[in-house]
């Protein structure tokens, strides 16, 4: 990689959120693991160099079951970020917790299965059992809770994300099970993108955008589950808020 393929911060877009800067620089990353979900742009977002990667590639192409978390990590270390932000959509498990509102979160459980979840199928030069009982950085918490103050958008502090395959939406008794779990939002892609992140090294945060109340609730029989349409929606009426708070957050960024 030459100077202008490096990257001080990496963004990853999430459903809906598929480019973050206009005047940005297309570069191709190879992994070991092939092809991340799209070519990566970088841009110069208030003095900082910034990595953007859909996940779910160009139009949405990919389920979250079929991303390549693997290559699209490995492509942000390759690029030397120094911290990833990983924003993404969820459905609340709690009344208080409200579509609209952001969840920077500080706890992940997976309920995922068949995705490939470690860089090490091999221990070639003997075991690594990387640390996981922190896997969202508490300084990049810090940073994204004072960016949204900054720009007065609702973003709790702390909550427990549970990560389920998807590409279909919680049962009813699937959702309350997460919710008398004592989880706080629902999501299908932040495993195993945090403990990827944990195995390159990477400071990682991520900031769930609540779009819906899952399988609805209990106690208010009037809230509808969720629908695909109904979390499109709500992802791009708030797009400009997610940008915003990005915005504010990233030039911070630079002196960690």
Do not use: C
Request: aromatic letters at 8%; charged letters at 20%; glycine letters at 10%.
């Amino acid at each position: 990689m030459n100077d202008q393929s490096q990257a001080d911060v990496g963004v990853f877009g999430g459903s809906g959120f598929y480019a973050f800067a206009d005047e940005a620089v297309t570069v191709d990353v190879d992994t070991p693991w092939g092809a991340p979900s799209a070519p990566v742009t970088i841009a110069d977002v208030g003095g900082v160099r910034v990595a953007f990667l859909p996940r779910h590639g160009t139009g949405h192409r990919f389920p979250p079951h079929k991303v390549n978390y693997r290559a699209n990590v490995d492509a942000m270390r390759a690029l030397g970020v120094r911290a990833l932000i990983s924003p993404f959509a969820a459905g609340s498990l709690r009344p208080e917790i409200r579509p609209g509102e952001f969840v920077v979160v500080d706890q992940v459980v997976d309920r995922t299965w068949g995705r490939p979840g470690t860089f090490y199928d091999e221990f070639e030069d003997g075991p690594v059992h990387v640390p996981f009982s922190e896997p969202y950085d508490q300084r990049l918490r810090r940073v994204l809770l004072d960016a949204a103050a900054e720009v007065g958008v609702t973003a709790v502090d702390g909550g427990t994300v549970v990560v389920v395959n998807g590409p279909r939406f919680s049962s009813r008794a699937e959702s309350r099970s997460h919710r008398d779990s004592g989880w706080h939002v629902v999501n299908m892609t932040q495993a195993p993108e945090a403990s990827l992140a944990a195995e390159a090294g990477i400071p990682f945060a991520g900031i769930a955008l609540v779009t819906d109340y899952d399988a609805g609730l209990d106690e208010d029989p009037e809230v509808e589950p969720v629908t695909q349409e109904a979390v499109f929606a709500v992802f791009e009426a708030n797009l400009g808020n997610v940008r915003a708070l990005l915005a504010a957050a990233i030039p911070r960024l630079a002196s960690l």
